[in-house]
């Protein structure tokens, strides 16, 4: 039949796309898992030779790579809860009738933290929470040591990420409540006027597409942060606020060793595409 | 090892000198190399600002443009290392001493007897390798035997303290030994909401260098052995260590998070009594715009330890990359014998930089000025080349060295179970390097 797209027009459009893949991001993957089968240190590029699945060995065997996942899930499962909480709350309150100058008002102001650069964030944060001259102190009446103390630190880096991701949360989450039709809602309200009845049974399945897409988003944003945290903390004090991805890029490119870093970035990455693949099983169900 | 590089280094001046003293000019030695490019990266430093004020009546004279990219510190070695290794742009190293080894077994540097070899019209017969500080040129510059980069930007640690505060406590002078810092200083000043004393122990370099080798070379301790195995076990290692644990209790909350910014500007606000730091962040210290002490301020040697007054040591020497064409050596030669040299020291220091000249020292005036002068110069005399270990493998040791460190400094490990766990890694690091094998030679 002539109505058929011709293969042509199909490479056509798929091709730039598929290209800029294989460019941007395949051949670099391949080009990482080569590397960490290798001895490769940028300051020693005489003695590179294959030592097969010795980098691997190397990082899991390593205490400092799971301590840095550790603490990396931590933030994860702190972070996490506070902004699907704290979302959901902001999304409900948004979604409710009437006050549409405030409702959007609200809405515009809720991108500002989102479109904050990460760097940025970290040194506002540095400022803000300097024992002797930040904010935060100021307005508590405190001497609290921040950034020195480990606890601190990692609280600070939790304040952050909650402060700039809960937005996008409460945004993902509001776009899902607009698509519970209105009779179903209004047939609800008639038969129930407890909210979460409402929201358990009637708000949650259309809620559950968003919160899926939010977990994967925000899992993988956790595990790759690095640009507020180094700028924030470097990793510290001690080691109590170095990440994964501060780790990787420690071993990269300060001692230089990228064929370990590569093993560490793609068992890394092993992680996270089972994680996502959990979260769809598990969660995902089509409304 | 001194010795050797000194008389090379002198036969080579001076048979450079021959016959050309009268003559030689910059502006005629550079004509073959004018309208050359050099690149090199820059830090944001007073000693930097300095260079490149003058750097017009350089390029004005030479034809040379010379190209400068400034970054901080922390990210110097790796843009560096990236653009050696891709053969990049740079004509020019800026080498932190701890960089050398890495630098020259690499051979991303030429020794400088292989350039003034290669090119013996640029060689200024007034160079004077003897006028250089000898400590400073061999720590630096200097790598086997072999002298790769002229010192530039050089530092010594000093101890600052706040002659008013002092006074008010009933001191009439800085203390003389760290134990009299610690016993009788830090008791009398800590008090108030200030501190007697503040030591920048962030986790990067500063760890390494200013807080965690600071309190080892005057106790007696080292990071290694003469068989290069770990030294950190010592009874003088600990000592050093353990004193640092105890100088904590008249130090600030959350010095592990103090970088160089914090130290100095506690100080420099009058919120403590005394800081060790290099000698480049005297002008910060003394300038009434960025110091409310500035009238203030006394320079020393660093305290003595039980061991001797060992200082940090710190610094930045040039020296000309050999992945640069011809033109670009030369050129490269010429601006790096410029900016080092005895003629320009002067000028270098009154704008802000700390030349390693000896002559720039010489007139007793420069010394009402620059307060820090005397005290420099004697911590010049006696310090530790390897006050930090020079070798390729430093990089990957110090990092070992900022995560214990800090963390001894916090009470997450004790001082013997850190220095434990430092020295089996840097070992570990060590024996995959080859020094253990004798496929490396025990260089540091």
Redesign the interface.
């Known amino acids: 039949m002539r109505g058929q797209v011709s293969r042509k027009t199909i490479l056509a459009f798929i091709g730039p796309s598929v290209i800029a893949l294989a460019v941007i991001g395949i051949a670099p993957l391949l080009y990482a898992v080569w590397t960490s089968l290798h001895f490769y240190n ?4 005489r003695q590179v030779r294959f030592i097969g699945l010795e980098n691997y060995q190397t990082v899991l065997t390593d205490a ?1 790579f799971w301590q840095a996942m550790g603490r990396t899930f931590l933030l994860l499962a702190t972070s996490l809860p506070l902004q699907l909480a704290l979302g959901l709350g902001i999304a409900l309150v948004l979604h409710r009738p009437g006050l549409t100058l405030v409702k959007t008002l609200t809405r515009l102001s809720l991108v500002l933290p989102m479109a904050t650069t990460y760097a940025v964030v970290g040194l506002l944060g540095q400022v803000m929470f300097n ?2 001259f930040g904010v935060v102190n100021q307005l508590l009446g405190q001497n609290i ?1 921040w ?4 606890s601190n ?1 990692f609280a600070m880096i939790v304040f952050w990420d909650v402060w700039q991701w809960t937005p996008f949360v409460a945004l993902v989450l509001l776009a899902g409540l607009t698509m519970v039709p209105g009779e179903v809602e209004e047939a609800a309200r008639l038969e129930t006027s407890n909210w979460w009845t409402i929201l358990r049974h009637v708000q949650l399945p259309f809620l559950m597409p968003g919160l899926v897409a939010v977990l994967i988003l925000r899992t993988a944003d956790t595990l790759k942060l690095f640009d507020m945290v180094f700028t924030l ?7 109590s606020t170095e990440m994964i991805s501060l780790l990787i890029q ?1 071993v990269g ?5 990228q064929g370990l870093a590569s093993a560490q970035a793609v068992i890394l990455l092993i992680i996270t595409i089972v994680l996502a693949r959990l979260y769809i099983r598990v969660f995902y169900k089509e409304v | 090892m001194k010795l050797r590089i000194l008389a090379c280094t002198t036969a080579l001046a001076a048979s450079a000198a021959t016959g050309a003293m009268a003559e030689w000019s910059l502006k005629e030695a550079a004509a073959p190399y004018a309208g050359t490019t050099v690149d090199v990266i820059f830090l944001t430093r007073p000693g930097y600002d300095a260079i490149k004020a003058m750097l017009p009546a350089f390029e004005e004279e030479t034809g040379i443009k010379v190209n400068i990219t400034d970054h901080p510190y922390e990210n110097a070695l790796g843009e560096q290392v990236r653009d050696f290794v891709a053969g990049g742009d740079l004509d020019i190293a800026l080498i932190d001493l701890v960089w050398i080894g890495n630098f020259a077994e690499n051979e991303w540097i030429l020794p400088l007897e292989e350039v003034q070899a290669k090119f013996p019209d640029i060689v200024d017969p007034a160079l004077d390798m003897d006028d250089f500080f000898p400590l400073v040129l061999n720590a630096f510059g200097g790598w086997n035997g072999k002298i790769y980069g002229l010192p530039f930007d050089n530092y010594s640690g000093l101890l600052f303290y706040n002659r008013c505060m002092l006074e008010e406590a009933g001191f009439d002078g800085p203390p003389e030994t760290w134990q009299e810092l610690k016993d009788v200083y830090g008791p009398a000043l800590t008090k108030d909401g200030k501190y007697a004393f503040a030591l920048q122990s962030k986790r990067n370099e500063t760890q390494s260098a200013d807080s965690f080798a600071r309190m080892l070379w005057p106790f007696g301790g080292s990071f290694l052995d003469a068989d290069f195995r770990s030294n950190l076990l010592s009874p003088e290692s600990q000592a050093g260590l353990q004193f640092r644990q105890e100088l904590m209790a008249y130090m600030p909350d959350g010095i592990v998070a103090w970088d160089h910014a914090e130290t100095v500007n506690a100080f420099a606000q009058g919120d403590v009594a005394m800081i060790t730091e290099w000698s480049s962040f005297y002008t910060t210290m003394v300038d009434p715009a960025t110091s409310r002490v500035a009238d203030c301020v006394g320079v020393a040697p660093e305290p003595a330890g039980p061991a001797g007054r060992k200082p940090a040591l710190g610094g930045f020497s040039l020296a000309v990359a050999s992945q640069a064409d011809e033109a670009e050596q030369a050129a490269a030669y010429l601006f790096i014998q410029w900016a080092t040299s005895a003629a320009n020291a002067r000028e270098y220091l009154e704008r802000g930089g700390v030349p390693a000249r000896q002559s720039a020292y010489a007139d007793p005036a420069l010394a009402e000025r620059f307060r820090f002068i005397p005290a420099l110069v004697e911590s010049w005399q006696e310090g530790v080349p390897e006050f930090r270990p020079r070798f390729a493998e430093w990089p990957e040791i110090t990092e070992i060295v900022q995560e214990f460190g800090t963390r001894m400094m916090m009470g997450e490990i004790s001082i013997e179970d850190g220095a434990r766990e430092i020295g089996t890694r840097m070992e570990a690091v060590l024996e995959r390097a080859g020094y253990y094998s004798g496929d490396k030679p025990l260089a540091q």
């Not at chain 1, 940028?42 to 590029?45: E, G, I, M, N, S």
């Open positions: 940028l300051t020693k590029l400092a024992q002797q040591n950034i020195g103390n480990a630190a903390t470097r990793g510290g004090p001690g080691n420690r490119f300060r001692v230089f060793d």
